[in-house]
């Protein structure tokens, strides 16, 4: 009957016997039935040769030369190219248990007895060939696993399970300048960052402690003495008990990586702060104070004049005595005299940064111009510097100058972008504050010409008014028909212009929040009965029907007189100047503690895409130089602004070629809004 045996196809096994002469061991014929590839040797020089191949499986069957077997595991288990070789010893019978001892302390992987039935032998074999397998597969993914991360990571570096450094980790060596020797122990916490070495032994002892994975970042002294982040990550690797092996790790190199976030992090915050001020000498003074520690120890300020020198506007430091330093080697020795270590002035006029990476001594003798300027100098403790321009619109109008203090910080190409790009928004933040602090004093220029302008002009218009009603009531003598009507043309035409006049002075002075309110006890009722008497008129000349709905008798109410009826007569000129036909309503309430005014007209109406534009300054429905309606186009912005300063609302509803209406609420009583 056929026996089914198991098979580990194309597995090479290697056999070696000492006692049988040209004799095939047992073991090589039932194994070659089974269809394993078989090589049999009885030569211990061949047998090493043929071990030195890497055959999946080696039987040593020496039969009653049990001590040849166990002299030839041993040296297949003690050479590191063959120590991996699964290695199955036989023996006669009567040698059991004395070989079986020897055979295992020196490595055989299994042991059996002769005689040893075919089964026994294969299911035997088959056990070795699958480990042997196994322990091949896992060797691989190692094997892959140190050249990936061999290929993603600066370092790689592996220890014992205690933690000690093992293999020759030149990469780390190459990195840090250490030797072998100065990293054992805890010698390589050497080479990291004083401020980070605790964390990082206490978090590396944990792992060890857990056999949980090892995660940190810390800064790593390079060769030249610099610092550079690096992130560590390590992993334990177990044996077949699940005990750890050994720990592999690695250390990636992420120092422009955080360098990159903590600029944004830090431009992002010097956009909010430089924005939050529109005063030049307050942004000026804030540059300097947001550039450190970001960028060096010692931050100074320029600014080039028109015509006269570079000066220096601000100066922040570190540490406050190092910045009264500061300060007095400003005051002492001028920008514009010398060009010095920072190269100041260079940098302004040529538009270059200005970066020396390492500052040596003999640089700053050079840059002194006399004993005390370099002692100031070398009390200063300048390490590194950079100048970069400050240029706003294509102007070059400044230079900031970072100097750094400690030997450990030089300033490189990452620092010379993140400078310049503050630089840039320094710039920009401070051209807006000059340019903001000119619009002011044009303002208030405007303002005062303006006001001068109007108070001037209202003088002889109230003259002329004053002198076409005499005329006009023929107290100096009768007039003709024709004299009359134009007496009444100069009449309107005057009170229009006063109208104007005091449009230009009310906006003047809400402009230049100089209007005040004066709250008082005003019969509303009879106040808006006068004022369409005003208006009254200017609809008649127009031969529009003027209705006036207001309750009889009277109600008080608590408000500025003088600005409800600018108000109503901004609100009924606009309406007759835009109404060709129809008629013009005024209507007036009080509900709810609220006054409530309506101005209707069945005039031309707004386009729906104008109408968040009419209360603009100077804004026309109508653009064209020949437009039908005169005005300064102030009429309804003045109107709108009084009635917030009275803490009302204006609300507008209109269908263009059918009319508008204005629908005005105020409080009745003082600081009660209108809702």
Known sequence: MALAFDRMNASQIVIFTTDRGSDRAPSGRVLRDAGYEVTETNSSEEMSGLASEDPDLIVLDTGRSAQAGVRMCQQIKAGPATASIPVLLLSAAGHESAVRVQGLEVGADAYLAEPVEARELIATVNALLRR?????????????????????AEVVWSTDAEGQPQGDLAQWRELTGQTAEEMQGAGWLDAIHPDDQRRTARLWKKALQTGGDYNTEYRLRLRNGSYRTFVARAVPVLDNEGEVREWVGVCIDVDERRRAEEAQRFLAHAGAVLASSLNSEETLARVAELAIPTLGDWCGVYLAGDEGPVRPVATAHTDPNQAEIARQLERCYPVDLREGIRGIARVIRTGESNLIAEVVDRDLQ??????????????LRIASVLTVPMTARGLIIGALAFVASSPERRFGP????????????AALAIDNARLYEKALVAGRAKSNFMAVMSHELRTPMNAIIGYSELLGDELTGPLLPRQKEQVERIQASSRHLLQLINEVLAFVRIDAGREEVEIGT????????DTAAVALPLAELKHLAFRVDVPRGSTLVHTDAPKVRQI???LLSNAVKFTESGEVTLRARVEGGLIQLEVRDTGIGIPADQMQNIFDPFWQAEQS????AEGTGLGLSVMRQLV????????????????????????????AAAT
């Open 132 to 152: 042997r397998h196994v322990d091949d597969a896992v060797r691989r993914s190692e094997e892959r696993f140190r050249t990936l991360i061999g290929a993603t």
């Open 568 to 570: 109503l007569l901004n």
């Open 625 to 628: 130089t020949n437009r039908r």
């Open 522 to 529: 005003v019969d509303l009722y009879q106040l808006v009965r």
């Open 414 to 425: 990452a620092d010379v972008a993140l400078a310049r790009e503050l630089a840039g928004r």
């Open 644 to 671: 917030r300063v009275l803490q009302g609302e204006v609300l507008l509803d209109s269908l263009e070629g059918q009319g508008t209406s204005f629908i005005v609420r105020l409080p009745a009583i003082p600081g």
């Open 366 to 379: 050079r840059a002194a111009d006399d004993a005390e300027h370099l002692r100031l100098l070398r009390t």
